[in-house]
């Protein structure tokens, strides 16, 4: 679903922040991308939704070569990638159930089934009974619910999750931890880049380590550190 | 797209009153800015008036010196008719110059009585077209035979000539340049409020909107931005013309002020859909240089 071949990354002004990374990631896995601050982790998602641009190497993102995707291809593939944040980037003026519509406008979908699907969307992730709230009105829990929610609205096959729990509390990052591993379960495809050591070690999924740059460990049932 | 036009129109009104200080300082602006313009056209057009009106009184005066009978007078009326440029040839003969030169400085003096042979030459006052032309016509006349002398206030006519001239070429260099700097103004005031919505712009990318799709709602409220601007500028333009050229009738009655409703009412509906396409071009480049710094 997922493969780097050789990627190398370096921003225009100078700093190289990834190094010959190869990963290949099957359908319907769910892997934790783990590392220290600075390792790459937010690059390398960026890399996946075209947010970001190789400076060498292929991303093949569901058979297709991000890295030489057309621009006006590029509001497609993002489609079928939900991405979620670790500062959630709901837009503050508008409703949560407003926030979830947005990404099925966006394709121009008919109204009814807009309807349909954010409900369905919004049962899943257990906020039906808070559609008509603000942003400002939600804990931190039910802002990151809420942006899985507009990530998964779209039914993508991916879904790339950076820093989910940053800003959450233990009980409550182990709820969102839990709902993305239900996500998984519906046959998606679940890259979470973390810091949270407790949850990688708990969940014993699939591990990928990077280090300045480089992939320093990728172990199936992993822990957080070797 | 029509199942999208809802949403863009709704986008752009949330857009517009949410972000009622900025679109009412945009709108100001677009106001400020056509009604500059409109003056500066209106200003223009009536000294272009003034001075078409002043040169187009002018004419040319004709004088043949000998005797001529009526049918060689007709022939030669004919002949400068048939000179490019020419509008109206009127004919004054000989004695009517001496009954009009009577009746008006004659009561007194039993002139008949004093002159013998009437001294006044065979006239002909020859109006031409646009006072452009004037000088070039004279020329073709003096190069006429039986034509003795002719004469008209050329320098005159040249001087206005050029006034015209550098109104005209000075005017519309003015007012490119005008349109320029209100452009400027409201792609920069435009720019506030999309900058304003920055965040909104990277997520609606982010899930995957178009870069069309983005820009229209921004668009829309461009349009609304400059049709709101350009009636608010209609209206004070139309108020302050009637109030000054009101006045200004009154105070000297003389000078020819552009009253003619068709003209004025083009000039309001080119600055209404000035105001428009100010706002909506405004909004396109502001909007496609956010889309280009976004991924």
């Excluded at chain 1, 990631?25 to 783990?34: R, S």
């Amino acid at each position: 679903m997922i493969e780097l071949i050789n990627v190398a990354k370096s921003y225009p002004n100078g700093i190289d922040v990834l190094f010959n990374i190869n990963i290949n990631i099957g359908k319907e896995e769910f892997v934790f991308l783990v590392g220290p601050s600075g390792a790459g982790k937010t690059t390398l998602m960026k890399l996946l939704y075209r947010d970001e641009t190789p400076s060498a190497g292929k991303v093949i993102v569901d058979k297709v070569n991000v890295a030489d995707l057309d621009v006006k291809q590029i509001p497609y593939l993002r489609r079928n990638i939900g991405v979620i944040f670790q500062d959630y980037k709901l837009l503050p003026r508008r409703t949560v159930f407003e926030n979830v519509a947005f990404a099925l406008r966006v394709t121009g979908a008919p109204r009814s089934t807009i309807r349909r699907k954010v409900m369905q969307a919004l049962e899943l992730v257990g906020m039906l009974g808070r559609a008509n709230a603000f942003p400002d009105e939600l804990s931190g829990g039910e802002k990151q619910r809420a942006c899985i929610a507009r990530a998964i609205v779209n039914n993508p096959p991916i879904l790339l999750a950076d820093e989910p729990t940053g800003n959450l509390d233990p009980t409550t990052s182990w709820d969102i931890i839990q709902l993305l591993d239900k996500i998984n379960k519906r046959n998606t495809t679940v890259v979470v880049a973390t810091h949270n050591k407790s949850i990688v070690d708990d969940m014993k999924r699939r591990v990928i380590a990077l280090e300045n740059g480089r992939v320093v460990r990728d172990q199936q049932l992993g822990g957080y550190s070797q | 797209m029509f199942s999208n036009l809802e949403f863009f129109l709704v986008e752009a009104f949330r857009s517009f009153y949410r972000g009622a200080l900025m679109s009412l300082v945009a709108v100001g602006t677009i106001s400020v800015s056509l009604v500059i313009f409109g003056l500066f056209v209106l200003l223009v057009l009536n000294l272009g008036n003034v001075v078409g009106t002043v040169s187009s009184k002018m004419d040319i005066a004709a004088f043949v010196e000998k005797d001529i009978s009526l049918e060689q007078a007709g022939q030669l009326q004919l002949a400068l008719t048939k000179i490019p440029g020419v509008e109206r040839v009127e004919y004054i003969s000989k004695t009517e110059a001496w009954r009009k030169f009577k009746s008006e400085f004659g009561e007194k003096l039993e002139l008949d009585d004093v002159v013998v042979n009437n001294p006044l030459p065979e006239t002909f006052n020859i109006k031409v077209r646009t006072p452009d032309t004037l000088s070039s016509v004279a020329k073709q006349i003096a190069n006429i035979e039986a034509i003795d002398e002719v004469r008209y206030s050329g320098k005159y006519v040249d001087q206005m000539r050029t006034l015209m001239d550098a109104i005209r070429i000075g005017g519309a260099a003015l007012v490119i340049l005008i349109s320029f700097a209100t452009l400027l103004i409201v792609v920069n005031t435009i720019r506030l409020t999309v900058i304003a919505r920055e965040t909104d712009i990277y997520i609606m990318k982010l899930v995957g909107a178009t870069d069309t799709f983005v820009k229209w709602p921004f668009l829309i409220e461009g349009v609304m931005l400059g049709v709101l601007g350009g009636l608010i500028a209609f209206l004070v333009l139309k108020l302050s013309y009637d109030a000054i050229s009101f006045r200004l009738v009154q105070a000297l009655p003389f000078v020819p002020l552009i009253g003619d409703q068709r003209i004025l009412t083009l000039v309001y509906i080119v600055m209404v859909l000035g105001g428009t396409a100010l706002g909506m071009l405004g909004a396109h480049i502001s909007v496609s240089k956010v889309l280009k710094t976004e991924v």
